[in-house]
């Protein structure tokens, strides 16, 4: 058998020095994370509830003022939070619907279209280091309630019905319901003009009932007043 080969000493410390430069070039520290803003929901509509909801607030944060504009004006001040105290305050102007915690996140009540705009968040830290932070809110108009329309409201059983929501807003999504529920679509049923037209042929005595339709634009919907239908026998 032959003699197995040993590596000197040097050899494996060269080897070794290698391996820990190879490690530190390929490693990265952890970047720390990023203070950012989301908005929840991601678009409102007037008379809805909008949260400038705050992530990664630093740990050492001392202090946070929330203003209405870009750069942190006192006349422009929504809110503000001291935490060494667990202490909040909110401006006179704004006092009714809006709601600092103590995360940094920011509640609006019952928005309006004032409320539209530029949003900035200041942070003091232990080292009384300063950071600001954007986020744009922008408040929508709310869709209009739709009207349901029918050809008849009652109908004699075998024959067909058509049923149109109408509404005032473009490129809506249409929902259909019956009695209070979901509309469960069957083979006799057929929509058609963007789901905005509702067509029941032939009728049957079980289709007899409430129907509504709502409409809704992803950040508000609004429903039509009901219509009672009658499925008769003659």
């Not at 950012?36 to 202090?63: D, K």
Request: glycine share 6%; hydrophobic share 35%; net charge negative.
């Amino acid at each position: 058998m032959g003699a197995e080969t040993m590596e000197s000493p040097s050899l494996l410390l060269c080897k070794g020095l290698l391996l820990t430069a190879s490690l530190l070039t390929c490693w990265n520290a952890p970047a720390a994370a990023e203070l950012t803003i989301e908005l929840v929901p991601p678009m409102v509509a007037e008379g809805g509830n909008s949260v400038l909801f705050v992530h990664e607030m630093p740990l050492n944060v001392q202090a946070f003022y929330w203003y209405k504009q870009r750069g942190p004006t006192k006349s422009y001040e929504v809110a503000r939070y001291l935490t060494p105290t667990n202490e909040s305050s909110k401006m006179p102007q704004h006092s009714g619907r809006k709601t600092v915690f103590y995360s940094g996140s920011l509640l609006i009540r019952n928005v309006t279209q004032a409320d539209s705009g530029v949003y900035t968040l200041l942070t003091f830290n232990t080292e009384m280091e300063s950071e600001l932070t954007h986020v744009h809110l922008e408040v929508r108009e709310p869709v209009a309630q739709p009207t349901l329309q029918a050809d008849s409201t009652t109908v004699t059983e075998d024959g067909s019905v058509t049923l149109t929501c109408l509404s005032e807003d473009p490129g809506l999504s249409i929902r259909w319901l019956f009695n209070h529920q979901s509309l469960y679509f069957n083979d006799r049923m057929t929509l058609y003009q963007k789901n905005s037209r509702l067509s029941i042929d032939p009728a049957r005595r079980e289709d007899s009932g409430e129907y509504q339709c709502e409409v809704s634009n992803g950040y508000s919907s609004k429903m039509s007043l009901p219509l009672q239908m009658a499925v008769t026998s003659e």
